[in-house]
């Protein structure tokens, strides 16, 4: 925190009120001092006045990224401080989905309690985290479209479904689920179509005899083409060069109802920006390290 203007530096910022802050240094031309562009959405806060000091003061290198993460997310104005019942979420770094415990499939929710309109299209969001960037997306979009998480991890689950009650919304649901045996069931029981599947810097499971522990495998590739509407779309990234390569290898393999879309602009054959207006927490923390993060989207052919 170090270059932080004083009062951003004072001791008893929290990193709600250090977000608060950031934002208000936040003028037009929308420039860190390190020349990191803000994202577009953070425009809603640009009337917000300098009274902590001027644009110079802060240096998004200095951020730690969880602060990031905060900024990106700081529309939805999630409470942090949860319920007893949800407790603190102390998670484990990486589970093994090849283990016993995760191989049974989740059962299937009666769609029309999780979401208000079941009928609508939907996105499905594969390892979902924390679950922000789909709160963020459903509360951008409450009309047109439902979104689901699932995730291996129950206590994210648990927690981001909480934050769905916290901010009302009635087309957003978590579900605790190893996607790799749950998806088919899950999605197939869908009242509508689905019409967007994002699996976005999933686990790398670096070491070779681990790579069968990554989520993008054959049968859920088949799955996931057999439940997409005709024109859907799917987005892969991950700021690990061998994990992109492997989840594009897999994709460019079903050439014949997949095609590459491009509509963000190619470097490589990789996607220059991310289409979907918010970014994940990995995705932030990866750029905060300078690292580049490879994205492919593709849409199902109208056969
Ligand atoms: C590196 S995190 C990325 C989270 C989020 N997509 C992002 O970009 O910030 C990968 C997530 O996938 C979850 N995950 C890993 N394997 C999974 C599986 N088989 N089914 C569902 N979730 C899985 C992990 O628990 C973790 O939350």
Redesign the pocket.
Known sequence: MASLCQACASSSATPLLLAKRVFSLATSPFYFTSGHKIPRHYSSFRASTSAYGSADCVDIKEMKSTDLVELEYAELNLKYKISEEVGHVRIRQ??N?LSSS?STPAPVPAWEEVYKDPSLPLMV??????GR?LLWLAKKDAESRNYLG????QK?VKRANFWVNELGLSNVHFIY????VSFDQLISSYPGPLELVSI????PHFKKRHHK?R?VQKPLVNSILQNLKPGGKILVQSDVLQVAQDMRNQLDEEAKVLQHVDTAGAEDGWLVANPMGIR????IHAELEGARVYRRLYQKLQL
């Open positions: 990486h589970v989905p995760f969001d594969i390892g979902s985290g924390s960037f699932l995730e291996i991890r994210l689920a190893n996607a790799t976005l810097c999933p686990d522990r989520v994940t927490e990995r995705e």
